[in-house]
């Protein structure tokens, strides 16, 4: 499976971004897939996920504001980002989601870097 994300950039405070993640593999329907943000010096952690069955979770701080969604034509997943934040700043990677809290199954691609300028 190779991931593809795109779509990052500079963006002011308050403005908007649209995250996409291209899922090679074959596999992409049968997977829940999830947003992943690094913040300069800090973890990896789930930022949005949506399992097999289309349920939804968001991390607190974006809850309202960021929403994940799917093409499973495509085999692409969004993230779609408004009134953004200063901490919303760091690298986002997709992958695989399971709400059991297994960890994501694939290999990280490389990211797509989101600056927001307070």
């Known amino acids: 499976v190779q991931l593809q994300a795109s779509g990052g950039g500079l963006v002011q405070a308050g403005g908007s971004l649209r995250l996409s993640c291209a899922v090679s593999?074959?596999?992409?329907?049968?997977?829940?897939m999830g947003w992943y943000r690094q913040a300069p010096g800090k973890e990896r952690e789930l930022v949005a996920g949506?399992?097999?069955?289309?349920?939804?979770t968001y991390e607190d701080s974006v809850k309202g504001r960021f929403s994940i969604s799917r093409d499973n034509v495509k085999e692409v997943v969004y993230l779609q980002m408004n009134s953004m934040k200063h901490e919303d700043t760091g690298i986002y990677y997709c992958?695989?989601?399971?709400?059991?809290?297994?960890?994501?199954?694939?290999?990280w691609g490389q990211g797509t870097l989101v600056t927001v300028s307070s």
């Open positions: 593999g074959n596999i992409f329907s049968a997977e829940g």
């Open positions: 949506m399992d097999a069955t289309g349920r939804k």
């Open positions: 992958n695989s989601y399971r709400s059991n809290g297994d960890p994501p199954a694939w290999p």
